[in-house]
């Protein structure tokens, strides 16, 4: 009933830019947090960048003025823009959400993932 898609990942050289989108669709009522986390090869999934929906976010230290995350409440869309990238930058970014929708008899509050996407920072 709920689905996050992402778009933007892909390849850039070191010191590029990338920017990253997440739109949720379904039958959202609210959704409290948005954010990305990444993984890389053999490490744990780590969060990057959340946003609360008013509008406060916290950023991992490793991407701290680099990465802006942003949101809009009525498109119920996130995006992370990433600026300076580094190769160790390089993973699988996923949308994740934490909202509240509907589901056909009552109100209902999840967690929800998005399929993820892949950032490659190579020369």
């Known amino acids: 009933q709920v689905q996050l898609v992402e778009s933007g990942g892909g390849l850039v050289q070191p010191g590029g830019s990338l920017r990253l989108s997440c739109a949720a669709s379904?039958?959202?009522?609210?959704?409290?947090?948005m954010g990305w986390y990444r993984q890389a090869p053999g490490k744990q999934r780590e969060l990057v960048a959340r946003i609360i929906s008013g509008g406060s976010t916290n950023y991992a230290d490793s991407v701290k003025g680099r990465f802006t995350i942003s949101r809009d409440n009525v498109k119920n869309t996130v995006t992370l823009q990433m600026n300076s990238l580094k190769p160790e930058d390089t993973a699988v970014y996923y949308c994740?959400?934490?909202?509240?929708?509907?589901?056909?008899?009552?109100?209902?509050?999840?967690?929800?993932w998005g399929q993820g996407t892949q950032v490659t920072v190579s020369s």
């Open positions: 994740n959400a934490d909202l509240t929708y509907y589901n056909g008899r009552y109100l209902n509050t999840d967690v929800y």
């Open positions: 379904g039958s959202i009522f609210s959704i409290n947090v």
